[in-house]
């Protein structure tokens, strides 16, 4: 049973910092492809980046200010997001590819088949 869970979403300022944090079951940790979606009420789920094994992928609009990582030790993958705007408020998602994790980038949220149940971040102006 593959299990993700997220942490960490808040209310904050613009200009503002957080850290996601996106627990995962070993073997989802150990053999997958991970990333990060946001969604909101208005658009369709949205790519933010993907990590395989230590190379990681983002999305052109947070490039420069959202970084992806993980700890193995504790199966855990982590968005730090800094320079917050009000257009990063969104619902955030923790993603593992099974099926493809030895591809690079992969932007599609149907291609991934676990979810984690999502953390709200809001970013006030």
């Known amino acids: 049973q593959v299990q993700l869970v997220e942490s960490g979403g808040g209310l904050v300022q613009a200009g503002g910092s957080l850290r996601l944090s996106c627990a995962a079951s070993?073997?989802?940790?150990?053999?997958?492809?991970m990333a990060w979606f946001r969604q909101t009420p208005e658009k369709e789920r949205e790519f933010v980046g993907r990590i395989r094994w230590s190379r990681t992928y983002l999305a052109d609009s947070v490039k420069g200010r959202f970084t992806i990582s993980r700890d193995n030790a504790k199966n855990t993958m982590y968005l730090e997001m800094n320079n917050l705007k009000p257009e990063d408020t969104a619902i955030y998602y923790c993603?593992?590819?099974?099926?493809?994790?030895?591809?690079?980038?992969?932007?599609?949220?149907?291609?991934?088949?676990?979810w984690g149940q999502g953390t709200q971040v809001t970013v006030s102006p």
């Open positions: 993603a593992a590819d099974s099926r493809r994790p030895l591809t690079a980038m992969i932007t599609a949220a149907a291609d991934y088949d676990y």
């Open positions: 070993e073997r989802a940790f150990v053999n997958y492809a």
